[in-house]
């Protein structure tokens, strides 16, 4: 169970933005908060200050088997309330086992760790998945710990609070006693004034589910009298609530021996799923993750990405359906180079559709003939060794490895298997400077 995200819930309010914690120690109830992305930058310090990072933390706790025991004589689980503050807790009585019971309040102590990150809100595009000003998603660069754990978990809450609540919704008047006494009455939200209306106006104009009659024209005593009234599709659900709570299962494996520990990895992987963009929202299409990466000479690449046997079966895309592959294939050489940084020193055409001949002199990242056709057909440890040409049979994990980079240059690489008219097109470049430098 994760008690302590509803915990969190109400001593970290993110109402404002987005929350980021980790489960380093495949402990549930060691959730670490990484960041908080917010539209109001003046409660960055409240965040900061309000995280168990560096405050003292409790959870309630209830009896071993409690809610599988109430879920296996099939009782109502959207029924049970599980309390998030000490006074609440040690006030519950739950019946368990043929006895009335208190749930325990358990302390569990500050993670004894920097605060989160906390950083206003970057602006995106509506309905296009985040999307910023330079068409590229938003996102955020993680360091990733030291911990290592087979079964680690990243949690992302997405809070969202209108207007129309004062305060932000962190007002604490703001509460349950304002909702509706029936179905279809108004809330005691008042709505109208932050308007310049009059609280109990005429004009139907309340914070309630549905509005049918709201008065947006009157002509009566010019003429006519007729009044026009308006219906407003008008979700009071959708007001001050977690829109969104992802929990994400990963592995950190130990930094390799050989790996110096002051050297910094970059990880390339693939986000998206199978589909065309109808098919996968409010998921993505395919895309290397990041699909411009920039690192410098003596930096690692570490690429990897999972697949997987189980999309939609009549999602659009290459090979057999329901399936997630993905490859990586130099593109074919540019026939019209550009002028630029680095240009002089560029692989692979950005426009062109189609790879370039793998050979023993081909130069991806200075990478070996050998590891290039992994890239390319999955021929390493863990492939099937079938059919290759839409790569059906090769295994849904690839990786490849932190593979150092030695020379300076960009490379520019696609997925060919992924590259169906109905699909956006699947392509990265990755861009190694000299140590010290930036990338222009």
Partial sequence: MFLDIAMLAEHYD?????????????????LQDIVVFTNDPKRCEWYKAESQNVKNKG????????????????????????????EACEAQEIAHGGELLH??????????????????????RDNHH???????????????????????????????TSGEMSDGGFDPEI????????NNAPTGIDVATIHGLEKDND???????????????????????????????????????TFEDRTHVFEIRERPESIPADAKI????????????????????????????EAEVGDYVHIQWTGANSNPQNNAGQGRAGTDRNNIALLREI?????????????????????????????????????????????????????????????????????????????????TRNNNFTNRSQKGEIRVVPSGETAA
């Fill in 14 to 30: 993110t109402r404002f933005g987005l929350l980021i914690s980790i489960s380093p120690n495949c402990n549930v109830y060691t």
């Fill in 59 to 86: 959870y309630c706790k209830y009896p071993d088997n409690y809610l599988q025991f109430k879920y296996e004589k099939d009782e109502n689980l959207n029924n049970i309330w599980l309390m998030n503050n000490r």
């Fill in 103 to 124: 749930p325990e309040w358990v302390e569990e102590g500050a993670w004894d760790m920097p605060p989160p990150d906390c950083l206003p809100s970057a602006w995106s």
């Fill in 130 to 160: 985040g999307n910023t000003y330079d068409g590229f998603m938003n996102s955020y660069n993680w360091t990733v710990p030291d911990t290592a754990h087979d079964n680690c978990v990243l949690r992302l809450r997405y809070n969202i």
């Fill in 175 to 182: 509460n349950a006693s304002l909702n509706a006494e029936e």
């Fill in 203 to 241: 004009r139907g104009y309340q914070f309630r589910q549905n509005p049918q009659n709201v008065k947006v024209f009157n002509i009566q005593g010019q003429g006519s009298n007729v009044a026009l009234d308006l219906a407003l599709a008008l979700n009071t659900n959708q007001y001050g609530r």
């Fill in 266 to 293: 970059h990880n390339l992987n693939v986000r998206g799923k199978r589909g065309n963009i109808v098919q996968t929202y409010p998921g993505v299409e395919y895309d290397y993750q990041p699909n411009r990466l």
């Fill in 335 to 415: 026939t019209y180079p550009k002028e630029g940084a680095w240009e002089d020193e560029a692989h692979g055409c950005f426009a062109c559709n189609y790879p370039g001949l793998i050979s023993n002199t081909t130069n991806l990242l200075g990478l070996s003939w050998e590891e290039q056709m992994m890239l390319a057909y999955h021929t390493n440890k863990g492939s099937f060794y079938g059919d290759v040409e839409e790569l059906d049979d090769t295994a849904t994990y690839f990786d490849l490895g932190p593979k150092r980079m030695t020379q300076a240059g960009i490379w520019r690489f696609m997925c």
